[in-house]
């Protein structure tokens, strides 16, 4: 290769999305090991398996890069048509933990066609508003966007899925707003969402497991061995890593298992207690990185397809990353949704990487 | 390339603004939790992983002066209940049906206010072992339910020297309040009366602690730290244990004789019987008694108010030391010695008892307890007779010398003050004088007057006048060793449990009162005259011991009298000072001497114990 080409080559490469997903990614796998690895029966368990999920993430992002992302803008209802075929598949055929019915078996993978549903979603919008131009002014073409959104939406609702649901309301709202959603509009969909919550208290819609986290979001002390309980043993987690923390490995809450799912859903509390503030407020870092990142290359993007893909997957971050951390930290209500490259889950570490995958391919195909 | 109109690239940038947003408030939040709060997080962290287990230790045994054992430990099965673990209303149901309890005892037991709501509720002590058996074999319909050995007070004889030993009960919310830093835990026991409250601090031990590491399911991960338990020292008392029984059956049986001879009111009482030479207590007894060991578990509401209410006589209540009578005549040494002393009379002071004293005036006349009068009296053959006369005069005349020196001479046996005695809830009594009258008839501005009566009749050892019998003992005892009071204890050493010694109670000089040798004798023989030809003569006819006292029969406004009496013997080398008092009895020479006679019969094993009562009028 020439020394031109391989500068050539090089500008198609966002080497910093790049490391800011390895290091998220190395530190992610180093907090499942030590949140899990006190187990009597097999401390690689959990770590062997987020590897493989790792490396099966890699190959997908990389698969990703390779085609050219305006690609799926034609396949749109296709991949439409079969997520909403796996969300439905999921209601008769899926199996259930913890109430909740999310996993299909495909041999040798359980997936969530929820979390494929976050990318599918994302990129049917960005067909949708780019087609339109960004031009959503009238109030028939939006209603067409919120069909588009209610099928899955319904779908994973009745799974139950709530945290994801609302993954997919705040990707849909980031496009809309990037796309330049009118802000009476704006107010509509304001209006609606708390006529939602209205009609959702009203009819007593919230399983009692709902209700009683949002009894504890609002007060915490209210039932600390019960419905209070995760939320409190996060927090001392967290609150006890003061400025150092304890060391990696060496956690008492995250050891001794005060912390509650400390490998999935309360992961960001083992880096609280083990790593301090310093090792927490790296983390946020990394995120606050990876997010102005993945805007800075929607902005970069050469079309508004790209632009808008991208403004789907950094809503899906910060959505993310804020109600995952926010509820550790007791500002958040208790839902389970992941911490995007640290909990511990397959499904949810593939779309992350499909996402950095997407990324790439929108920053490596800027210039067109 | 295409670039993208400027509305979108200013809706990026406010898109970026709320992402800067979202992470400064996380990052804030975190600064609270960890900064600013973590050291509360921290200590939460560490009672979450850290459980300190306290391990039980054994209360110290008390014994009497030769070693016999009063009260041990013995170890008991219990059922105890955690309510929070309760699944169902029928447990408490079946466990009432099986512990023969209502289910209001039960619910009462289950709901006590003073245990940790989370911790465990004693419901019965002392259980069937087959009961305890059935409850582990059928553990699934009794959640909540579980069986525990605890040790408890063994009781060599149930009643003996119960209102000396005293009784143990959990520790109450006030109780663990004032003792914050001793390291007692709700559901402790704690002494609450006798000596067990007086020695706590000996008797109860240190109990050790064991600092485990659990993980969330509350499994012990490993021991962090570990104290083990002291055991508490053992008491041995003063009390001989023999004399004590001896002491509570004659005056139990001198109360049933009282009631027997028309005294119906006769029901409670109290005997002392103590060294005077150390003032060591060899036996002290109050009746209507109880058994300690009924307050092993506790009470329930309707036990207690039971024991606490008017017609059980008060039970709980140490009549010798917690409260306070008119003595009588028992007194008249004291006024006998004040008014020597004072100068205002003597011995060659001669008293014409015709029956009626017209001292005071006409219109103020006093009356002897012997109407027909006792003919010329001295201040010998009055202290023997117990003839009123006499005792009138001297208080007249104390009353005119002026300096209520009557009172100073009460003062001078320390009366008025605690004995010091190592019980809890000693009275003072009272010896009232000019200002204390004022002062307690504030609101009745006619009484507030000291009048030459008030003086009479304190000389009387009536009046307004309280001591307990623990201070009668003392005047005694005083009168016996030739002028000094020692303070009167139960307390006699400290051992290890493992025996050794390691506290010596000695002697306690609290004053000598001063009277030279030779009045002190001279009172001595006169009180000899009271047994040997006066008030107490029949009592002690045919006694061998030589015995000196006095009786008294005390009045008390709308109760029937009074019976005292107080002594000490042998006459020359005084080894006992006995007191008896028999609330409502009668008179003293009736039937407290003869009781005294018994008890002293069985401190020197004298077969010849006398009649249980004898005729007896004097006051």
Redesign the interface.
């Known amino acids: 290769m020439k020394k031109r080409d391989f500068f050539e080559w090089v500008r198609f490469i966002d080497f910093s999305l790049i490391a800011i997903t390895a290091l998220l990614v190395a530190y992610g796998n180093l907090t499942v090991y030590s949140a899990t690895c006190s187990s009597q029966t097999d401390p690689f368990f959990y770590l062997r398996k987020q590897v493989i999920f790792t490396l099966l993430g890699i190959l997908v992002a990389a698969g990703i890069v390779l085609l050219n992302y305006n690609w799926f803008r034609h396949y749109m209802i296709p991949f439409y048509i079969g997520n909403a075929v796996l969300l439905l598949l999921v209601l008769f055929v899926g199996f259930t933990t913890y109430g909740a019915t999310r996993w299909i078996s495909i041999g040798f993978f359980n997936l969530q066609p929820s979390e494929l549903a976050k990318i599918v979603l994302i990129l049917t919008l960005a067909a949708l508003l780019a087609d339109r131009k960004?031009n959503i002014d009238k109030l028939s073409k939006l209603f067409i966007i919120f069909a588009y959104v209610g099928l899955p939406l319904f779908l994973i609702i009745a799974q139950p899925d709530l945290g994801t649901a609302l993954v997919l309301v705040a990707i849909m709202l980031?496009m809309l707003?990037?796309?330049?959603l009118k802000w009476q509009h704006a107010l509509l969909i304001f209006g609606v969402v708390i006529l939602a919550i209205f009609l959702i208290f009203q009819f007593n819609l919230l399983r009692e497991y709902q209700m009683n986290r949002l009894v504890v979001f609002i007060n915490p002390n209210v039932d600390p061995t019960g419905a209070g309980y995760n939320l409190l043993?996060s927090?001392?987690?967290?609150?006890?890593?003061?400025?150092f923390g304890t060391g990696l490995f060496s956690g008492?809450?995250t050891g001794?298992?005060?912390l509650p799912v400390r490998h999935a859903d309360f992961v960001f509390s083992v880096v609280?207690?083990e790593l301090?503030?310093l090792g927490?407020?790296f983390l946020?870092g990394l995120?606050?990185l990876l997010?102005?990142r993945s805007?800075a290359i929607?902005?970069s993007?050469?079309?508004?397809y790209g632009?808008l893909v991208a403004?789907g997957v950094?809503s899906m971050w910060?959505f993310q990353?804020?109600v995952n951390?926010?509820m550790t930290?007791?500002?958040m209500p208790i839902t389970g949704i992941p911490l995007p490259f640290f909990s511990y889950g397959g499904s949810s570490m593939l779309i992350n990487f499909a996402g950095v995958g997407l990324l790439l391919n929108i920053y490596a195909r800027?210039?067109? | 390339m295409v670039r993208l109109d400027d509305s979108t690239q200013k809706r990026l940038a406010i898109a970026g603004a709320v992402v800067t947003i979202v992470f400064s408030v996380l990052l804030g939040r975190l600064w609270t939790l960890q900064i600013i709060a973590g050291e509360k997080y921290t200590k939460m962290a560490e009672s979450n992983r850290v459980r300190t287990i306290s391990l039980s230790t054994s209360r110290g045994v008390i014994y009497d002066r030769n070693g016999e054992v009063l009260v041990d430990n013995r170890p008991s099965l219990v059922v105890a209940v955690t309510p929070s673990e309760v699944e169902n209303e029928d447990v408490s149901f079946r466990l009432g049906k099986l512990l023969d309890m209502t289910s209001d005892e039960i619910k009462e037991k289950l709901e006590d206010k003073a245990v940790d709501p989370l911790k465990s509720r004693k419901v019965k002590y002392d259980i069937d072992e087959n009961i305890a058996v059935y409850i582990k074999e059928h553990s699934a319909d009794f959640s909540g339910v579980e069986i525990k050995v605890e040790s408890v007070r063994n009781y060599s004889a149930p009643t003996t020297a119960a209102h000396v030993l005293g009784y143990l009960g959990e520790i109450s919310g006030d109780e663990l309040e004032h003792n914050k830093d001793s390291g007692y835990e709700l559901g402790d026991l704690i002494g609450k009366s006798g000596i067990e409250k007086q020695y706590e601090e000996i008797l109860r031990g240190i109990k050790g602690f064991q600092q485990l590491e659990v993980d969330a399911s509350g499994k012990v991960v490993r021991i962090l730290d570990e104290n083990e338990s002291v055991a508490g020292n053992n008491l041995q008392l003063t009390i001989d244990s023999s004399l004590q029984q001896a002491t509570e059956k004659s005056l139990e049986e001198a109360i049933k004789v009282a009631q027997r001879d028309g005294h119906e009111d006769a029901n409670a009482g109290a005997a002392l019987v103590m060294d005077p030479n150390t003032g060591e207590i060899l036996a002290m007894a109050s009746y209507p008694t109880f058994d300690p060991s009924l307050f092993i578990g506790g009470f329930s509401s309707k036990q207690w108010a039971d024991l606490n209410d008017k017609s059980s006589g008060f039970p709980l209540i140490n009549r010798t030391m917690m409260c306070s009578y008119a003595p009588g005549s028992v007194f008249k040494p004291v006024t006998y010695l004040a008014g020597l002393m004072e100068g205002v009379v003597s011995y060659r002071s001669t008293f014409d008892c015709e029956g009626k004293w017209t001292g005071m005036g006409e219109s103020w006349p006093r009356y002897c307890w012997n109407r027909a009068g006792h003919g010329r009296m001295n201040l010998s053959s009055g202290m023997s007779n117990s003839c009123n006369i006499v005792f009138y005069e001297i208080g007249y005349k104390l009353y005119k010398a002026g300096g209520e020196k009557l009172q100073k001479w009460a003062h001078e046996f320390n009366l008025g003050l605690r004995t010091g005695v190592d019980l809890p809830s000693e009275t003072k009594g009272r010896v009232p004088d000019k200002a204390w009258k004022k002062k307690f008839n504030e609101e009745h501005p006619d009484y507030q007057a000291w009048v030459p009566g008030d003086t009479v009749n304190l000389a009387m050892g009536q009046g307004d006048l309280l001591t307990s019998q623990l201070q009668i003992a003392n005047i005694y005892s005083a009168i016996a060793n030739g002028g000094t009071v020692w303070k009167p204890h139960l307390g006699k050493k400290v051992l290890t449990a493992e025996g050794e010694e390691i506290h010596e109670f000695n002697r306690e000089k609290v004053l000598d009162i001063p009277v030279p040798e030779d009045i002190i004798e001279k009172l001595q023989r006169d009180l000899r005259r009271v047994v040997v030809d006066g008030t107490a003569k029949r009592a002690f006819e045919g006694f061998s011991l030589e015995v000196a006292g006095k009786t008294g029969t005390s009045q008390v406004k709308g109760k029937d009298d009074f019976a005292w009496f107080a002594c000490y013997a042998p006459l020359d080398n005084p080894r006992y000072v006995v007191v008896v008092l028999i609330e409502q009895g009668g008179h003293g020479g009736s039937v407290a001497a003869p009781a005294a006679r018994r008890i002293l019969a069985a401190a020197y094993d004298i077969s010849s114990t006398g009649s249980l009562s004898v005729p007896d009028k004097s006051r």
Request: no cysteine; glycine share 22%; charged share 10%.
């Open positions: 960004g980031g707003l990037v796309s330049g043993q927090k001392i987690a967290i609150g006890s890593g003061g400025l008492t809450q001794l298992k005060f609280g207690e301090g503030f927490s407020s946020l995120y606050f997010i102005t805007l929607g902005a993007a050469g079309n508004l632009t403004v950094s910060l990353v804020l951390i926010g930290m007791g500002i800027r210039f067109k």
